[in-house]
């Protein structure tokens, strides 16, 4: 195996645990973190195949996911913080009464 498949096999193994992270559905801060795994197993992929064949357009792209995953991280909490203080738990189960 060469490291391009065990680089991707890793980045692969992460996005999974993020994606069951996030249908687990716990507390919204574990939500926020799941999400910030598949943005990061995202980001991993991107720089070895960039570092592969030799292109400087992955790692560009990798400041623009940075950038979105660092806006979504403070804008989730936020809404976590309003969330908690209404509502007094941040877990996203109990929040039947925002629905529509």
């Known amino acids: 195996m060469n ?13 999974s645990i993020g994606v069951v992270v996030v249908l687990h559905r716990g507390s919204g801060i574990v939500l ?3 999400l910030e795994l598949i943005l990061n197993a995202i980001i991993l992929s991107l720089v070895s195949f960039s570092k592969n064949y030799g292109l400087l357009t992955g790692q560009a792209q990798v400041f623009f996911i940075l950038t979105i995953a660092a806006a979504e991280s403070a804008i989730g909490l936020s809404i ?3 969330i908690y203080r209404n509502f007094g738990t941040i877990k996203v189960d109990a929040l039947d009464n925002l629905k529509g």
Request: charged fraction near 5%.
């Open 3 to 15: 490291e391009l498949m065990i680089v991707q096999a890793l980045s692969a193994l992460l996005f």
């Open 32 to 34: 926020l973190m799941g």
């Open 80 to 82: 976590l913080l309003n």
